[in-house]
Nanobody, 129 residues
Framework: VQLVESGGGSVQAGGSLRLSCAAS????????WGWFRQAPGKERDRVAT???????YYADSVKGRFTISRDNARATLYLQMNSLKPEDTAMYYC????????????????????????WGQGTQVTVSS
């Protein structure tokens, strides 16, 4: 299994980027997919997740600005990021987990890939003010 992220780069505040995560060798029929990010000196944080039926989760800091989506035919996960802020600067990772646990928060259920599931190598996003 290989997950490869792309689409990162440097943009000014207010700009947009679209991250992609191409999966190869991933044959699980059901899975939870997610985007995480890690800024220098900070822990890795969950950004957004999506499950088999399209239920999504977004961190409060990105709600209304980021959109997670999947293209099952192309085995690709996306993260559309709009209205980017300097605090969005981080290394962004995609993850996939066929056995992801389900959590409840904000009045609905969402999945989240585990640390020991499948992860990509990351793509850097830098937002300047």
């Amino acid at each position: 299994v290989q997950l490869v992220e792309s689409g990162g780069g440097s943009v000014q505040a207010g700009g947009s980027l679209r991250l992609s995560c191409a999966a190869s060798g991933y044959t699980y029929s059901r899975s939870c997919w997610g985007w995480f990010r890690q800024a220098p000196g900070k822990e890795r944080d969950r950004v957004a997740t999506i499950d088999d039926v399209g239920s999504t989760y977004y961190a409060d800091s990105v709600k209304g600005r980021f959109t997670i989506s999947r293209d099952n035919a192309r085995a690709t996960l996306y993260l559309q990021m709009n209205s980017l802020k300097p605090e969005d600067t981080a290394m962004y990772y995609c993850a996939a987990d066929p056995l992801a646990p389900v959590y409840r928060g904000g009045g609905h259920y969402y999945c989240s890939p585990r640390q020991d599931s499948y992860w990509g190598q990351g793509t850097q996003v830098t937002v300047s003010s």
